[in-house]
């Protein structure tokens, strides 16, 4: 680990002498060439996607968050996509933002959550809410606790698990009269989460629940699971305090900085892309989650290396992976921009990382 923290603060130095910081810039370029790219205003979707579009939604308003002037027209792609979108997709219940996986309606309100922190409209705060009521409704399965991906009950995910805990605390820090109420359920989840094995030895968390054994599948450690439940911890142990979740929230981020199918030149990839850089949109959209979350663990407990760590992702991506003409980004951030790799979870994930970016180089912790 001292190893790599060596190399980070050596190529640190040198992004910073060459650079300077301009991530905030390179967000704002990064959204509006997803606005120009994949938004549609009649909608409010981007590409006519659900979950995608709720992630979307996410990074627009975090980089509202982080940029004042920006925050007129997150407002405006807020208030559009609230409007319209329940009413133009083909995956939910017609008229609200709730469909048939549990998954799909943690991201719409975590959205809707992040919607309210910039604009302090209690409409979004009331929505997250009733989405995550719905959420409940998917609990137990049948190995006596957790939820399910999905309401055919087909499938018992870490990522539907993981949401449901990161919304459950997000609302015990927004909703103070109920603050009781969500805290219980998401320390519920997490007790769960933590006795069915999902988190292996090296801490990284695998891809889901085998109904028979009620034990870990041991499938594929997508990097969006190693994001969420960081998020969901910092705003767990805001709410109880509790310093014990900080720690495991350190543990599974430092597992992804030094695990071999994650990591390639110190820079993020999914399990396999060394082998297959472009990925769909789907796949794609991971990276940033994990940034997104990295970066709120930052926040709250900072560590140089975690700071040089988006930081020189974020330098990877900007210099090689992006079309300079449109500021597209593409899938994979360690070679030059290919139009195979460019998609919609490409762009949020690109938003996603410049934001992490931004949000950390705030935070003067590094060693001088």
Known sequence: MLKLLFLFVFQFHNVFASEGNNYLAWARSTAEALQIQSYDKTSGLYDKTWWNSANG??????????????????????????ANAPTHSKYNQHGTWLDGFYDDEGWWALAWIQAYDVTQNETYLQTAETIFDD???????VCGAGLWWDKKKSYISSISNELFLSVAAHLANRVSSKKSHYIDWAQKEWQWFQRVGVIDKQGLI????????CKSNHRTTFTYNQGVILGGLVELEKATGDQSLIMTAQS?????????????????IEPGQNKKPNQPTSTSQFKGIYMRNLQRLQRRAPKDVYQFFIMWNAESAWKKAREKDTNLISSYWLEPFNSKGANLGSQVSGLDLFNAAAGVSQIQTMTR
């Open 57 to 82: 939604v996410t990074a627009i308003a975090d980089l509202a968050a982080l940029s004042p002037p920006f925050l007129d027209t997150a407002k405006t792609i807020i208030e559009t996509t609230f």
């Open 135 to 141: 959420m409940t409704t998917g609990w137990p399965t």
């Open 206 to 213: 695998h891809d889901g629940v085998n109904k028979r054994t």
């Open 252 to 268: 599974i981020a430092d597992a992804v900085l030094t695990s071999k199918k994650l990591i390639q030149g110190g820079i993020l």
